[in-house]
Structures are given as C-alpha cells and as structure tokens.
C-alpha cells in the first residue's frame, strides 16, 4: 500500500525539519558568552610588578590586545605585530623616542607610526569603544615592557598624554 | 458524522464547559466561610459589617500595595524586564519579524513594478496579469509589517526607555518625515494595488514607481538609526592626508554634534545597499513559495501552468539578486572593518567566527536548491536532455566549493583529536578554512549557478545569430578566464602577507563580476529571435522542485535571521558602539546555540503568519459564497429552482 502524506502536513514537515536542521548547526559549533570585561582595580599602592599583572590582565580583557589582534610569541602570517620581545624593541623602534615614549606612543597614537610590513588599523585604545584609563594605560605599559625588558613603569610615571 | 458538525459540537462544548467553570469558581466565591447572618445583620445595623477571611485579605493586600507605592518616589527607569521571555529576546524576535515582513513589503513592488514595465514594453497580458498576483500579497503584509512596527516601538519604549530616549534626542527630525513617508507609502500601495485596471498603463506604472521611491525612502531612514548604533559618526579626511578619518556625529559624553554625520554615518550606504539587493531575494523567494503554495493546491492544469511560472520568475528575480549579494556584503564587511578593526576582527576572527560556518552551510544550501530547481525545470520543456550532460559537472563543482566554504579553520575536537593533529586545526584541511579558499569557493559558486542559469535559458532553443559559434567560444572563455583568475588569487594568496592577501579578494570580485555582465551582453544578442526547437510545457515540473522553492524561503528568511544577529551583536555590550553602554543584565553577547534558537522560533513565527498572507491572497480566487440548496418535498430546490 503506497502511504500518501496529505500536502499540508508536508509542508509543514518541511518548514519544521528544516528549521531544526539549521538550529542543530547552531547547537554544534563551539558556544560562548561574551561576556564585558569584569572592571579591573588600580589602587594608589600598587607597585610596578602589580602593574605587570594587572596590563596582562587588561590585555587579555578590557584592552582587547590578545583578542584576535596582537600575538606573543607567534610566527607566521600575523595581523598585527608579534609582542614578543617589545620590552627590549621598543627603544629602538624611532629615532629619538625612549622605550617607554614609543610605548606610550603606540598606544596613544597608534597610527603615527605603523611598523613595516603591518597595516594601519589599531584605534588609539583611551578613547572609545576601549577606554583605557590613564593608570590602566600605564599597567599595560608595564605588561609590554615587562616581554622581553625590565618593566620600570609605576603610578608616577609621566606619560606626556 | 459531518465534519462541520463535529467542529460546531466542539465550539459548543468549549463555550459550555467556559461558563460551567465562570460559573462554579463564582459558587465557591459566593460559598465560602461567613459569620452567622445574624450576627452579620446586627453588625451591618451598627455599621461594622466584618469581612471574609478572604475579602480582609484581598483588602490587607490592597492597602499596603498601596501604602507602598505611596512611599516610593518616582524614579526614571532604565530598563524593564519581561518574565521568562526577558526584554531583549523579546525586542529581538519582534524586531526580526517586523524587518522580514517589511524586506517583503519593500521588494515586491520592485519587481511586481519591473514586470509590470516589461508587460507594458511587450504588450503582453499575462506580464501584467503576473505583477497583479504578486502584489496580492502586500495588502496583508503592509498591515503585518506596521503591526510588528509597532510592537517594536512599544517593546523599545517600555523595555529600553533610556536608550530609547536618547536615540530620540539624536534623531527625532527623522521622525516626522518617516511618518509623512510611511502615509504616503500606504497611499501609493492601496492606489496601486486597488487601481490595477482602473488608470491607464502609464498612471499606474507612475503609482508603482512612487511606491519604490517612497518605500527606498523609508527603509535608508531606518536604516540610519540601527546603522548609527554599529558606527555613529560618518568618515572623512580631515587633516587632509590621504588617509578617511572618522568624525564622531556625537560628543564623549553621547551629545549630538551632528544630525546630518549621525545620519549619514559610516555604514548606512552599505548597508543600504545590502538590504536592497537581500529584500529583493529574499521577497522573490517568498514569492516564488507562495506560488509554490498555490502550485501544489491547484486542481487545473491551466492554474499549475500559472503558478509554475509564477514560481519560476519568483525563483529567477531571488537568483538574480542573489549573485551580487555576496559582494555586497564583502562591501559591507569591508567597511565594517575600516571603520573598527576592533569591529572586524570580533566579526570574522572572534565570537563571530562560527557563525560563518553556519552561513556557509546556508548559502551552499541556497545554491544547491536554486541550481536543483533550475536543473528540474529543463525537463518542462522539450529538448532539455541535450544540456543535462553537464549538470553532473555543475553538481561536483558546487558541491565541491560547499564543502569547501564550510570547512572551519579550527575544527571542533575532542583533547585526543588535538593531541593527533597537533594543535585545535587540522593539519591538512584547516588550509581550506582561511580566506584565500573561502573567497575562491564563493567566487566559483557564483560563476556555476550562472552556468545552470545560462543552461536552462537555452534549453529548448537555438541561436540564428550569424556569428554563434564565434559568440558562444568568447562567452566560454570569458568564464575559463574568470574562474582560472579566481583559482589563481585562491592559491596565490597562501603565499603573501594577511595584509595583501585580504586584497586579492577584489580582483576575484571583479572578475566574476565583469564575467557576468560581458556574458549577458553577448547572450542577450546571441538568443533574440532564437528558434524555438520544443514547447515549454508550465506546469509539466515534479512537484517535489515547488518543495524546493519552499525550502529555499526557509533558508533565505533562516538566514537573514542570523546574519541580523551577527549585525545587532557585534556591539557586543554596547546600545551605541563607544558611546552608550548596555548596562542591563543582558548586556552580554549570547551563544550562537541560543541565538540559533531565537532565530528559529522566529521563523516559524514568521512563516506561520505568511501562511495566513498566502491563505488570506489565494481566497480573492475562490468563488463567492452560495447558500446550499435545499430540496423540499415536491422535489423543488429552495428559491424555485426545479431538482
């Protein structure tokens, strides 16, 4: 006996197997929240080794460094420049320019200086949507300083920005 | 038992079982526990009639809710919540089903109005007649779309009102004019839908016209507000380096600086754009499924014959405007990134990432039906055998790029499988999950369904054209070139740096671009006045190929669900990108698995209300209501007709 679906129903086999098709899709592939970066806190008494931990942090979370932009200790095609080894680069980067000026420059002002081989395209990361603050700007400072060199960075230190 | 009367039994059983159920929680209201009467009469003498249990309750409650609201002051609210659903899903899906019900509402004019002209410039009917039954369906989704138009409002405005509040502040001008535009959208459509056969050709091609221009105005306005909420602020060269710099339409602190940059902002026009071309996809397969809808109920051979064309040119103007549309949103990201590379890269490297693994899958799927219908509609006409020897070509071909477009870079494994392959990406096939193998798979897919397309329009017919083998070699090597272009980008690009290799994306673009448009102008000659070698039979298609169209509708509202919550979600936790920050519980970027589901439910919502369009546009076919007629005892029909 030839079993015959009534058009109706099929239409909606139809419309409810191929909704369920592509939600399983979407139920396979890797799920995440992305949740906002939890506040990070900078007390007046944090010393330059505290900074290093809190930049990394800052990095990783709020400052968006690691997150699909910025490497460390990676080869290859990259986006963006590598990290690795900053701290001890970056006096040498610009003429004229300490380590932790091109520092504090690359992040201010990214675009005023792109290094070969990279293109232009990093926002300066005190304004918006990042929004660093000025003691947030110098922990990550000392977090970059801190790959490869002798971090030197505290709560005093003059940024010239 | 007559169906009617079991359907009138149960209408009576529920209506008699709500007043049995009114009616007995009123005799236990009126039975519950009271004081003795007597005591209650010399009590209500005195004036001190005591209450129920229940009633001093009811009364307690009354009067501390209300002691309560008179203690608090009032305070602006931020956000409102609703239970178990909560306020953004909520938004969501009403967002989504107003923008699907309006992409549909904006492309049908278009194309009802381009096939209206070319009826006028043929001096054909069945064009005109054509036009007509496509824009049956806008009478009801008109009245859908402003309904979930306003739900949306009210959704925004109760459960945003501080965010809603300040959008009002930015683009309250806009206002106005959108409403203006919104009344004179809905004149235009009733006279051009009422006024069919009423004016003369050329008053009512005016009417469909205006209908666009109103309806294109309305959306880019639209389009202003939800863009300004991705990029508020427009770009220009400002200290005259070469180099576009972005101009803030608003202060840090969110003050308005510019109507005119807040409006004009850095993604309006492309998103302009990708929304014209998606709506008239997205409404030419709506379209081609209801005809599919009417095709699979018709009882005549003559109704079949109509619908099936009905399906096919639905199908067509979807294809049509379906080839482009990967362009248009390789622009659209383009400019995403260039305005945000914070954006971009959170789009295409970060928790997006996944999200176009499953868009892969939807656009192969597209593709994969729009070629499966068009292959099947060359067996409705006669010597369409001779072109199915290279469908199995076309098959491997578009299979072969699908499965290459939904390669992830990083594959999903277990700690074992990662250990084997020596990192989270396979060692071999994670090279066809980067870019470069991405773009050129997208490329030839394009360039196939061409092919198929070109195909079906020669089944059945033959060149005159003097020079046709001379035509039909540069049509061939046009392609050959375009495609061997494609490849060599492809597999150039896994030799250079990032920054080059994003950039070989637009010679790719433009070569399948330019392929298509030199094609067409050399067939368009080459078939005029082509000889007809066989009959095009409509309505002579398996029915399965009108269960195609459906399935193609599906998949194209699915994804356009999806890629609207990659669009609204890439602000992560912001209401308007750096400016306004979401600081309501939502205020995270959910999963693609729950997003998937929002998405779902709400295509189901949405396709179960263009199952009443349809049902409510197909009964303007049927036949006019009669009272049965009833023989008395003589044998006479009531109303004196003789049985």
Known sequence: MKLSVPMPLRLVLLVLGTTAFYMYLGQIVPQREAHPPPPVLISAEMTTEDLVAVGAELASGKGQCLVGCHTVGQSGPLRYPDLDGIGARAATQIEGLSGLEYLAQSLYEPAAFIVPGFADGMQPIDQPPISLSEDEMKAVIAWLQSLGGTPTVTLDTELGY | ?643
């Open chain 2, 1 to 643: 038992m007559n169906r009617n009367r079991i359907i009138f039994g149960i209408g009576v059983l529920a209506f008699v079982s709500v007043i049995a159920t009114v009616r007995l929680g009123g005799f236990l209201v009126d039975n519950e526990y009271r004081q003795p009467d007597r005591q209650v009469a010399a009590q209500e003498e005195q004036g001190e009639a005591e209450l129920t249990p229940r009633q001093q309750g009811i009364a307690d409650e009354q009067a501390a809710d209300e002691a309560e609201a008179r203690a608090r002051p009032y305070e602006e609210a931020e956000y409102r919540t609703v239970s178990f659903v909560g306020s953004r899903v909520t938004v969501w899906v009403l967002a989504q089903l107003h923008l699907l019900f309006a992409a549909f509402v904006l492309a049908v004019p278009l194309f009802a109005f381009i096939i209206e002209f070319v009826g006028y410039v043929k001096k054909e009917e069945r064009y005109n007649k054509l036009a007509y039954e496509f824009t049956k369906l806008l009478s009801v989704s008109f009245s859908m779309t402003a309904t979930f138009g306003a739900f949306l409002t009210f959704g925004l405005i109760i459960l945003y009102p501080k965010f809603t509040n300040y959008l009002m502040h930015i683009f309250s001008p806009t206002f106005l004019p959108y409403v203006l535009l919104f009344f004179l959208e809905a004149l235009f459509l009733y006279s051009y839908y009422y006024g069919w056969g009423k004016f003369g050709p050329k008053m009512h091609l005016f009417l469909g016209f205006m209908l666009n221009i109103v309806g294109t105005a309305i959306m880019f306005i639209a389009n202003a507000w939800l863009t300004f909420m991705m990029s508020p602020g427009r770009r220009d060269d400002v200290d005259g380096d070469g180099v576009p710099d972005f101009v803030s339409a608003v202060s840090e602190s969110g003050a308005l600086l510019s109507l005119r940059d807040a409006f004009f902002n850095f993604t309006w026009m492309p998103i302009n754009i990708h929304r014209i071309i998606a709506n008239v996809a997205f409404g030419g397969s709506i379209a081609a499924a209801y005809a599919a809808f009417r095709y699979l109920q018709a009882k005549t051979d003559e109704e079949k014959a109509h619908f099936d064309w009905m399906g096919y040119v639905g199908n067509f103007v979807a294809i049509i405007a379906f080839l482009p549309l990967p362009f248009a949103g390789y622009y659209l990201a383009a400019e995403i990134y260039a305005f945000s590379q914070t954006l971009g890269i959170q789009m295409m490297g970060g928790t997006f990432s996944w999200l176009f693994v499953i868009q892969a899958a939807l656009i192969g799927n597209l593709f994969l039906g729009a070629n499966y219908y068009l292959w099947l509609g060359m067996g409705r006409m006669e010597g369409g055998v001779h072109f199915q020897k290279f469908i199995k070509w076309l098959l491997i071909a578009i299979a072969l790029c699908f499965a290459v477009w939904a390669t992830p870079r990083y594959a999903i494994s277990s700690v074992s499988e990662i250990a084997a392959m020596g990192g989270s990406s396979h060692p071999q096939l994670s090279y066809l999950g980067q870019m470069s193998a991405k773009n050129t798979a997208v490329n030839i897919l394009i360039l196939s369904t061409y092919m198929s397309f070109l195909l079906y329009r020669r089944t059945g017919r033959q060149s005159v054209h003097p020079h046709r083998q001379l035509l039909t070699r540069a049509q061939a090597i046009v392609f050959s070139s375009a495609a061997a272009l494609v490849t060599f980008y492809g597999v150039y690009g896994y030799f250079v740096d990032s920054a080059t290799r994003i950039r070989f994306a637009i010679p790719q673009v433009y070569s399948v671009l330019a392929a298509l448009v030199v094609i067409t102008v050399i067939d368009l000659p080459l078939y005029r006045n082509a000889r007809q070698s066989g009959e095009t039979k409509w309505g002579k298609v398996p029915a399965i190929s009108q269960y195609a169209l459906i399935f193609i509708a599906l998949s194209f509202t699915w994804l356009m669900g999806l890629m609207g919550y990659v669009r609204s979600g890439l602000r992560q936790e912001w209401h308007v990108y750096g400016v306004v920050l979401d600081t309501s519980p939502d205020a995270y970027t959910p999963s693609l698995g729950f997003a998937t589901q929002v998405v779902s439910v709400t295509v189901l919502i949405f396709f179960g209300l263009i199952g009443v369009v349809f049902w409510l546009s197909s009964l303007g076919g049927k036949k006019d209501w009669e009272p049965k007629a009833v023989a008395d005892g003589d044998g006479r029909l009531e109303g004196g007709q003789a049985a």
